[in-house]
């Protein structure tokens, strides 16, 4: 239960994360100012989550290819290095690679 208490944190962190990422994107006149303003928060903040390490992070900032209305910011966080891979060997584990997005709507109505 510990292990899963551990990961399901971190998660909620990428998430979290990506959230944040977005909603400061938001500001940007254009995609490539939204896709900087995304990277800078994480470059800044990303180590103020809980569990994560942000040298093992990876985001992906752009607009939506389905709708230009739409900016998505998907983080994505190696974690292997959470104390929960070999506590029980028999456990079913999760994917160790986090990836969690955000969207975020660009403009007015």
Request: glycine share 8%; proline share 4%; hydrophobic share 40%.
């Amino acid at each position: 239960m510990i292990a899963y208490g551990i990961y399901f944190g971190a998660l909620h962190s990428v998430q979290q994360m990506a959230a944040d990422a977005a909603r400061t994107a938001i500001g940007g006149l254009n995609e490539a100012e939204r896709k900087t303003l995304a990277q800078r928060y994480i470059d800044l903040n990303g180590d103020g989550y809980v569990l994560i390490d942000k040298s093992k992070l990876t985001v992906d900032a752009k607009d939506n290819v389905n709708d230009s209305e739409q900016f998505v910011v998907s983080v994505s966080y190696d974690a292997r290095q959470l104390p929960i891979w070999n506590l029980l060997p028999m456990l079913p584990m999760p994917e160790q690679t986090i990836k969690r997005s955000s969207t975020i709507r660009v403009g007015g109505i």
